[in-house]
């Protein structure tokens, strides 16, 4: 089947020019000391937040808006395209809105604690952007109403280009070993199916407490021991694995949990201090290889209260090519509302602003690997993303969008697909202790070994 298609709208080389003449002493705004930033938004899709280099004076430097670099992407797809430019009075011409705030990010008492400067509008013709890149924009646009040459102006490029993508969805949760669907359209066709595991510790636990002693002196040292390993295992979970396999039965891909879930000391909670973590392995020369780790546990809520699932996945070197000083490379390290849900997201376009502009990384994040890293570098622009369900909310059903790059054969969209079963099942491993788990995620005997180790 063919592709979705997809448009990324890119917004970049952001920069602020303030004259004198509209720079009075009361405005706080000088370029050596206070910082300016912007908040960016298309529609009704997320606002995304980006730095705002201010240059001196009257004067343009080209070199400081270059360096400025990519702040903001949104990714589109091709009904999103549709819907868009249907709501739009000006004929598919939506606007790109940026606001301008001095001073620095973040809140305080629930208040803002930038000022607001002003805010620009740029049109976007997104009909023509379907399927060919195209520079809506690049230049100086003045902030506010006055286009006289002494109002304060920001430069911005916005432009877009096609990004076509694979997209999958699971039929129904990754632990009801469902099959998994490629989407196109209106069609829905089946290419995966996924098989759940869950190794039952108590066997291997049965088979040793009928070889111990029954002395009536040891039958309290023993009942204690029980009872502390009846605790432990109350607070952890493990032996989990997903194996995806294709149509004809043969397995192409696997998610196996290979540390525990474990609650911290004291808690009933996954700390980031000691995360589960998954290996994604692949089918080679008749044997699964380690192709990337997956690393989650739960962060406490701020002041909304709403804890968050934390995560963080590496690609893994191929052992059998790497060199000894070869290391895993972090490409994604975000975190998901349990409340809300989210996204998985692996996006390694190049982004200047923080790490909020982009979960899966920025020029001085982990993302931003180097192109003489060996096979890192195949890995650029949108990689992957998944649906992630939060707590207490409707069935799972994880929709899966892998770059059409990143995919030359069965095994590498078979990869993906169980990086998101991790994923979605990494919600449930870090549920609070002192909830129940579903029954299907519960070890059941006489289970086989589905897992790796």
């Known amino acids: 089947m063919d592709p979705c298609s997809f448009v990324r709208v890119l917004v970049g080389n952001l920069a602020l020019k303030i004259p004198v003449a ?51 992407v949104f990714h589109l797809s091709r009904v999103e395209l549709e819907r868009l430019a249907a709501k739009s009075i000006f004929a598919g011409k939506a606007k790109l809105k940026v606001a301008i705030y001095t001073g620095r990010r973040g809140t305080s008492c629930g208040i803002n604690s930038g000022r607001l400067l002003g805010k620009v509008k740029v049109p976007l013709d997104l009909k023509a952007a379907d399927g060919k890149a195209v520079v809506f924009h ?14 304060a102006q920001v430069h911005i490029t916005v432009k877009s280009e096609p990004d076509p993508r694979f997209v999958f969805e699971f039929g129904g949760e990754p632990e009801c070993s469902p099959h998994v669907f490629q989407i196109q359209g209106n069609l829905r066709q089946p290419v995966f199916t996924c098989k759940f595991s869950c190794r039952n510790p108590a066997a291997d636990r049965s088979v040793r407490s009928r070889s111990m002693p029954t002395d009536v002196g040891s039958g309290r040292s023993w009942l204690k021991a029980f009872g502390s390993e009846r605790e432990k295992l109350t607070k952890e979970r493990k032996g989990w694995s997903v194996t995806v396999h294709d149509l004809s039965g043969s397995p192409v891909a696997m998610a196996s949990m290979v540390t525990p879930f474990v609650a911290s000391p004291g808690t009933d909670r996954v700390s980031r201090s000691n995360p589960g973590a998954w290996l994604i392995l692949r089918p080679g020369d008749g044997t699964w290889k380690p192709w990337g780790r997956l690393e989650a546990w739960r962060e406490r809520g701020g002041g909304n209260g709403s804890d968050a ?6 690609l893994l070197p191929d052992v059998t090519t790497m060199t000894p000083s070869a290391v895993g490379v972090s490409l994604a390290e975000s975190a998901i ?43 650029r622009g949108f990689v992957m993303s998944s649906t992630v369900a939060g707590e207490g909310r409707p069935a ?35 549920r609070l202790f002192s909830g129940k788990l579903r029954k299907e995620l519960q070890p059941q005997a006489g289970a086989g070994d589905g897992g790796f180790l």
């Open 22 to 72: 509209s720079r009075p002493d009361r405005s706080g705004v000088h370029p050596s000391s206070t910082p300016c930033y912007c908040k960016i938004t298309l529609h009704n899709l997320p606002c995304q937040t980006a730095p705002l280099p201010i240059l001196p004076s009257e004067e343009t430097n080209a070199g400081v808006i270059a360096e400025s670099g990519l702040a903001s």
């Open 138 to 151: 690049s230049g100086w646009v003045a902030i506010g109403k006055s286009s006289k040459g002494s109002s």
């Open 309 to 314: 699932l934390g995560y963080r996945f590496e």
């Open 337 to 379: 509302s349990l409340s809300k849900g989210g996204h998985f997201l692996i996006d390694l376009t190049s982004t200047a602003g923080s790490r909020g502009c982009s979960p899966g990384g920025s020029p001085r994040s982990s993302g931003d690997f180097g192109y003489g890293l060996w096979p890192f570098a195949a890995y």
């Open 396 to 430: 799972s059903r994880p929709v899966v969008e892998i770059g059409v790059q990143h995919v030359g054969c069965t095994e590498d969209a078979a990869a993906f697909v169980a990086l998101s079963a991790a994923i979605d099942l990494s919600v449930d491993a870090c």
